[in-house]
């Protein structure tokens, strides 16, 4: 599975640390049929799990990303409004000034630069609710 990756080096614009590398599947597939002698399916992902489509028939999910995180880019993500909400059973998140699953790590005096106590906490909140639901057969 490929996902996309690129990088935008100019930090007063909101970009990253890296220097510019814009996304270039041309040369992904020429690195993979060099590298590996195959050419990556850039649709294998949306296809066999059903792409972000996959938050509007699925339930019991909570999709959280790192703000910082590369694989972001894949992900579901909230809206512009802070939560996406696809339906009654899935919910985006984002950890504000974290990388990759600080959500599941153990809690660290770091967690106060973030607002992964904060998601940590809707993450049992939802986990919980769903456990009690299940018990009680409504789910």
């Known amino acids: 599975m490929v996902l996309p990756s690129s990088y935008n080096g100019n930090l007063s614009s909101g970009g990253d640390m890296f ?6 599947p041309a040369a992904v597939t020429s690195g ?33 990303n790192g703000e910082l ?10 809206t512009s409004a802070g939560k996406y909400l696809a339906t009654p059973g ?11 699953h600080m959500d599941l790590m153990f809690s660290a005096p770091e967690d106060s630069l973030t607002n992964v106590i904060q998601v940590r906490a809707i993450e049992l909140e939802h ?13």
Request: proline share 5%.
């Open 32 to 64: 993979c049929q060099s590298s590996y002698g195959v050419t990556p399916d850039f649709y294998w992902g949306k296809v066999g799990y059903g792409g972000r489509a996959v938050s509007s028939t699925a339930t019991n999910i909570v999709f959280t």
């Open 90 to 100: 899935t919910t985006a998140l984002i950890v504000t000034n974290a990388g990759h």
């Open 69 to 78: 995180d590369p694989w972001r880019a894949g992900g579901i993500v909230p």
């Open 19 to 24: 220097y510019d590398m814009p996304w270039q």
């Open 127 to 139: 986990i919980t609710r769903w456990i009690n639901e299940h018990h009680a057969g409504t789910n």
